[in-house]
């Protein structure tokens, strides 16, 4: 199914399942979440035997939730997994940390993320980015598994993670947010591939932070390794801090950036006319980047625990609940955007939640959008046009809104 154009009708509350990992593999949930926006923007989700967690669906509580972090703490887990139970890196990695801690972790890193750096790297980029997209010359292609080596052209650099390792790191990225999933199944358990998948994760960072203690570089995890603070300002900074934060950056680019270019390219292969476009007019591509972050919403949800009794809209939420912004419904909030169930390259402005807000703002948004401007840039230069030639297969995870496959065949212009 590609993202609903056209939102089916409204959902009975009574009905309303929004954890199920298999619920988003066979349906989006967009008329689940337009109907609580419409009927219910604050509305507590009930688990029986599990502890429920609070729904936020409107742009503007998701933008306060995510802003507001000394109401609405990172600490605890920011991922539906987390609710009643924590994270075990709680405190430890920049995406579970609130201010001001946060910040001794977020400047420094902020800085080997940033836009210098990323455009002096921008052509190195742009020629893996042609070697990737190489194969779809020689005919039908899986573009979702594809798209599996593109946050490494990005993050694998930045990091400075040897290629050897990359195709390897995407699996078991993959497998650390969706164990369910049969593709990434590395185990016969959920439980036992998610063990697996951490432990090797976990096995080669130990092995590059070694390296870098050794010899450092000018890459991520050498200012991790810089990082005093991240061990309240005893040194040296013990490995298995270091190793948190490498699993947050290597997750966050995994878990995003190869779905944006899927989801983007399926909305173009039904919009002829926004490829003409691309080809017509290079500065339409940012606005399909930004356009291709909101469609996707890659990151459907995240989670806060709340710090002090509060209310959003009226409705009191005591301290120690959960709240989940849904950040896929924020962006197809019609409060917020025209049309918003419209593909529009030209939205502007495009106030899109997809990189989040506040403090926690992606910190690889900058090397993400030039990693995918590059994609379409070279995509729509070689082709004229992408078919679909298979079922798309959509990942098993209420967190994250992925394809594992999508079978596609690239028109070539010459
Ligand atoms: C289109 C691609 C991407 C999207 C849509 C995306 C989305 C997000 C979102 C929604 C957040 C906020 C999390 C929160 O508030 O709890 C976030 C944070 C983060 N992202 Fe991304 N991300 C993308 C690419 C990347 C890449 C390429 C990297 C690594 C190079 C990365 C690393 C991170 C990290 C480390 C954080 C935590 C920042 C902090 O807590 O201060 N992301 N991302």
Known sequence: MELSATPRALVELGDIELYDPAAYQTADQHATWRTLRQNAP??????????????????????????????????????????????????????????????????????????????????????????????????????????????????????GVPERYWDDIAIWAAACIAPDDPEYALASTPARTLRIAHHELFACFRELIQDRRRSPRQDLISVLISLDALDDREAPVQDWRILLNCYSFILGANTTTPHVASHTLLALVDRPDVWAQLTTDPAAVAGLVEEGV?????????????????????????????????????????????????????????????????????????????????????????????????????????????????????????
């Open 42 to 159: 604050v509305w507590f989700h009930d688990r029986p035997g599990a502890t429920g967690f609070w729904c936020v669906t409107r742009h503007a509580d998701c933008e306060t939730v995510i802003k507001d972090h000394q109401t609405f703490s990172s600490q605890e887990g920011t991922i539906l997994a987390s609710v009643g139970v924590g994270d075990a890196a709680g405190g430890q990695t920049i995406t579970l940390m609130d201010p001001p801690r946060h910040g001794t972790v977020r400047g420094p890193t902020m800085r080997a993320l940033g836009h210098a750096v990323v455009r002096d790297r921008a052509p190195r980029i742009r020629e893996r980015v042609r070697d990737l997209i190489a194969p779809c010359h020689d005919g039908e292609q899986d573009f979702a598994r594809l798209m599996r080596r593109l946050p490494m052209i990005i993050a694998g650099e930045l990091m």
């Open 294 to 414: 909101r469609w996707t919403s890659p990151t459907h949800h995240l989670v806060r625990r709340v710090t002090a009794d509060t209310s959003i809209g009226g409705v009191s939420i005591p301290k120690g609940d959960w709240v989940v912004a849904w950040i896929a419904s924020a962006n197809r909030d019609s409060a917020v955007f025209t049309d918003p169930f419209t593909f529009d390259i030209h939205r502007s402005p495009n106030r899109h939640l997809g990189f989040g807000g506040g403090p926690h703002y992606c910190i690889g948004a900058p090397s993400s959008r030039l990693a995918l401007s590059i994609l379409f840039e070279e995509l729509a230069a070689a082709y004229t046009r992408f078919d679909r030639v298979g079922p798309l297969v959509h990942l098993q995870s209420n967190w994250i809104n992925g394809l594992v496959s999508m079978p596609v065949q690239g028109i070539p212009r010459h």
